[in-house]
Each structure stands twice: as structure tokens, then as C-alpha cells.
């Protein structure tokens, strides 16, 4: 059981580049969500899913897309990278909502430059 | 709104002595509550959690956080701190309606000294 993945790692990109944060999760959670991390701002939400075929917005959708084709994968996309989006991403997923635990993957480590 | 608040944002102990990390919640019915850690390059694990009950909730690692109400507070607590236990700490507040989403705090950085 791998848990929550993701990739890539690490990834430096150029402005108004576009990319693809992949995370894939195989414990079969209906809810998936995509946070960054800011120094002195704790984590943000970015985009969530309550299951396959259905997003929403969270706090800081701005510059992100995201799909859920499947219950496994939930991909964000950066259409056109700006520097201010240089942050620590994470994705997570829990069974359901509510009290559940959310499960978090290792993040990925964005620089724009 | 849901928010978090978190006033110390780097605490050091030294080893062996007690630890205790500050959260405050604003939301407007009873909240679940967590507490992650979060291990230098790593991602967040889950120390505890409160939905209901017992408003005193024990979680792994030797850790406990006691939920009050009248002080909108859940403060995490460990008698006995190791030096493992150098990471930063985040305290979340989760909504109870629609999605599974957290809002988190901006964290207490812990330094364990010898």
C-alpha cells in the first residue's frame, strides 16, 4: 500500500511555462485535495474533490486546473507559471468527509523563475 | 468563517521537559479539531484528532490535546519531549459540512535542545 504519491519532487520552471503535479493515491478515498505551503502561512487550499468527476474551488484557485477522471489520480495543472506560485505542494486524500483523516502525500517542491 | 491561530511560531524545550503548543479556532459550531506534524522535507502525519466525546483525546507519539470550548482552544501536550520530537506542528480545523476541507494554522516550529 503506497498511500498518497506524488510527482515530481522537485521542479523548476520558467514563467508562463505550464506543468503537471501528478498524485495518485490506492487506498480507494473518494476525497482528494491539493494544498501549497507557504513559509509563515501554513497550508492553503487550492482545489478539491469529492470524488471522480467532481471538483470545486478552495481558498486559492487562482492559476490552477484540476480534473478527476478516476478515483485514483487527481492531477493540478499550472496553465502559465508566475513566480508567486514557487511554493511546496501537497495532495492529499481521506475515505470521506467530515472527521476523517485526511492522508498526505510527500509533496512536491516548486520553484518559478 | 473557519480560521486557526497558532501565537507561538517557534518554541524550544529541552529534552525530557513538558511541551505544550497553543490553538485557537474560530468556527461557528463544534468543530473537528487535528493536530499533524510535519518532519523536515516530509509531508503531514496525523498526531490526533477530535470530533466528539471525550474532549480529552490521546493520539501517537505520547502526544495529548485537550479540547475547551468556553476558550475555543486545542492545545497539544506531551509530559516528555525527545529529541525526535524536533518538527513543526499544525493545528487544523475541519468542516463539518460538504467537502473534507482543512484550515490550517501557520504552525509551531519545535527546537529540542540536549
Known amino acids: 500500500n503506497a498511500g498518497v504519491t506524488q510527482t515530481p519532487k522537485f521542479q523548476v520552471l520558467k514563467t508562463g511555462q505550464s506543468m503537471t503535479l501528478q498524485c495518485a493515491q490506492d487506498m480507494n478515498h473518494e476525497y482528494m485535495s491539493w494544498y501549497r505551503q507557504d513559509p509563515g502561512m501554513g497550508l492553503r487550499l487550492i482545489h478539491y474533490s469529492v470524488g471522480a468527476g467532481i471538483t470545486d474551488q478552495g481558498e486559492v484557485p487562482n492559476g490552477y486546473n484540476v480534473s478527476r477522471s478516476t478515483t485514483e489520480d487527481f492531477p493540478l495543472r499550472l496553465l502559465s507559471a508566475a513566480p508567486s506560485q514557487t511554493s511546496v505542494y501537497f495532495c492529499?486524500?481521506?475515505?470521506?468527509?467530515?472527521?476523517?483523516?485526511?492522508?498526505f502525500g510527500p509533496g512536491t517542491r516548486l520553484l518559478v523563475l | 468563517a473557519q480560521s486557526v491561530t497558532q501565537p507561538d511560531i517557534h518554541i524550544t524545550v529541552s529534552e525530557g521537559a513538558s511541551l505544550e503548543l497553543r490553538c485557537n479556532y474560530s468556527y461557528g459550531a463544534t468543530p473537528y479539531l487535528f493536530w499533524y506534524v510535519q518532519s523536515p522535507g516530509q509531508g503531514l502525519q496525523l498526531l490526533l484528532k477530535y470530533f466528539s466525546g471525550d474532549t480529552l483525546v490521546q493520539g501517537i507519539k505520547g502526544f495529548e490535546a485537550e479540547f475547551k470550548r468556553s476558550q475555543s482552544s486545542f492545545n497539544l501536550r506531551k509530559p516528555s519531549v525527545h529529541w525526535s520530537d524536533a518538527a513543526e506542528y499544525f493545528c487544523?480545523?475541519?468542516?463539518?459540512?460538504?467537502?473534507?476541507?482543512?484550515?490550517f494554522g501557520t504552525g509551531t516550529r519545535l527546537t529540542i535542545i540536549p
Open positions: 492529499a486524500s481521506s475515505i470521506a468527509g467530515g472527521s476523517e483523516t485526511q492522508y
Open positions: 487544523a480545523v475541519g468542516a463539518i459540512t460538504g467537502a473534507n476541507n482543512l484550515f
